[in-house]
């Protein structure tokens, strides 16, 4: 049976009897080829819709584990061991498969046709299982649109696994390599517009997960909006090209953070708009800013409390229709993790972390996730406050997650630091960064108008 059908009421679930029983035939006729092909395309003992089918593969497998010899004597014996044999048809049945066993050279074909059917079938139950959730009256109706998002996604990852020629991977590598010594300027990543944060990480990379984490009040949603704000108007690119950006905003409403972008953009101070004395000069550069931000390819979503699988499939979407270089969550601490949520607040946040760190390999785009550090660096030290990876809030599974963290922290904050009479000195300490150097980087942050600068010679001295 080739496809699904109607039988006494009852429609029979799509598979291929044909197709399963070639396969099979191949691997008895040459097991060390087709075996292998067939596991690492992702055939498993359920791929097989059959119970014969399936005992005869699960026994093919555990043979060809083994290392054992397979032929038709030595299958039919171990069947026979584990009281399998009448069950898969007995003689009869095996003798037929293996006669009308064809060349190996189609099991490419059989093995396509067998994942296929198997992989109709998932849906389906994929689609029953939501159908029954329904009936469910306590059930959340957002957590079962993620979850079902969630389990239709997953059933094309990790399907065939893709090994890459190494020859190729070298060459790729060597060419890379050549070009970065020949321009120590350049970029692997996407700009983060900031000189030095650029020359240590080499930009922001895609797949990578970037935690910028600090005490509240030191700047971090200000230095994330102002990084969100240059990819997307291509100021840290080289070509100036304008890049598509992510933010979840899941404290700050929309309106609020556009209005901030903005006065930021202007270089004007939001308590001066705000107390409605704003001179003219000011007003134009206010409109000025708003003008030129209306081309940036930049997507809000202000959902509070938003779950982090229904995060990954609004990035998903977005990413389909639009080309995302960057995605900025701000900030882990007020995410969910609705399928941890019952194991206690740790194992969320290490939940919310993995879920974030998958999105940006899924997704092939640098994740920046902002994230509060605990108090343990002020009590450690309470003339500068200085931080550690330590001291990263909730969960040792954001350190280890992340691909890149950074510290951010302002001397000027705490009066007993060696630094605190500049009061435009902000620190951000590279504190881990898989793919090169750590180190500290210093910017100038004008806090009226909550912009990060590359830090000049003369902002030491005055501010803006």
């Known amino acids: 049976m080739s496809r699904g059908s109607v039988s006494n009421g009852l429609e029979t679930p799509p598979h291929d009897e044909g197709a399963e029983r070639g396969l099979i035939g191949c691997a008895i006729t040459n097991p060390d080829v087709v075996v292998d092909l067939a596991v690492e395309r992702g055939i498993r003992v359920d791929s097989f819709y059959l119970p014969a089918h399936q005992k005869l593969w699960e026994t093919l497998v555990e043979m060809q584990t083994a290392n ?255 080309d995302l270089a960057f995605i900025v969550v701000d900030y882990l601490q007020i995410a969910h993790c609705a399928k941890q949520s019952k194991d206690g607040w740790q194992r969320e946040v290490a939940g919310i972390s993995m879920e974030l760190k998958s999105m940006a390999k899924e997704l092939n785009v640098p994740v920046m996730v902002l994230s509060q550090l605990s108090r343990d660096a002020e009590k450690r030290d309470r003339t500068s406050g200085v931080p550690k990876l330590s001291d990263l809030r909730d969960s040792g599974a954001i350190e280890q997650d992340a691909d890149v963290v950074m510290l951010l922290r302002r001397p000027a904050r705490y009066p007993g630091d060696p630094r605190a009479q500049e009061p435009n000195l902000a620190i951000v300490d590279i504190a881990k960064n898989r793919n090169g150097a750590v180190g500290e980087v210093e910017l100038s942050f004008f806090e009226e108008t909550t912009r990060f600068e590359n830090r000049e010679r003369q902002d030491m001295d005055s501010p803006l």
């Not at 066993?101 to 490419?108: D, K, N, Q, Y």
């Not at 006065?263 to 708003?290: D, F, I, Q, W, Y």
Request: net charge neutral; aromatic share 4%.
């Open 68 to 322: 054992k010899l397979i032929d038709g004597v030595m299958l039919s014996n171990r069947l026979r061991e584990k009281q399998l044999f009448e069950e898969v048809g007995g003689l009869t049945y095996l003798q037929a498969v293996m006669d009308a066993a064809p060349i190996s050279v189609h099991a490419e074909s059989y093995v396509q046709v067998v994942r296929e059917k198997s992989l109709m079938r998932e849906v389906i139950k994929c689609a029953r299982e939501a159908v029954d959730k329904c009936y469910d009256p306590d059930k959340d109706v957002e957590l079962l649109v993620t979850e079902t998002q969630s389990a239709f996604f997953s059933l094309l990852g990790g399907s065939s696994v893709v090994w890459h020629p190494w020859g190729e991977l070298i060459g790729t590598a060597i060419n890379d390599l050549n070009e970065i010594a020949d321009n120590q300027n350049k970029m692997i990543g996407v700009g983060s517009g900031y000189r030095d944060i650029d020359k240590m990480l080499h930009g922001l990379k895609p797949t990578e997960m970037i935690v910028l984490a600090a005490r509240p009040s030191m700047g971090k949603t200000s230095l994330a909006l102002n990084i969100a704000e240059n990819v997307a108007m291509g100021a840290g690119d080289p070509e100036k090209r304008q890049r598509g950006v992510a933010v979840f905003s899941l404290e700050m409403s929309a309106g609020s953070l556009v209005q901030r972008m903005i006065c930021c953009r202007a270089r004007v101070s939001m308590g001066k708009v705000m107390s409605g004395t704003l001179p003219a000069e000011l007003h134009s550069r206010l409109m000025n800013a708003g003008e030129e931000l209306k081309t940036a390819p930049i997507y809000i979503d202000d959902s509070g409390g938003l779950d982090v699988l229904e995060m990954r499939a609004r990035a998903r979407r977005l990413k389909a229709k639009h």
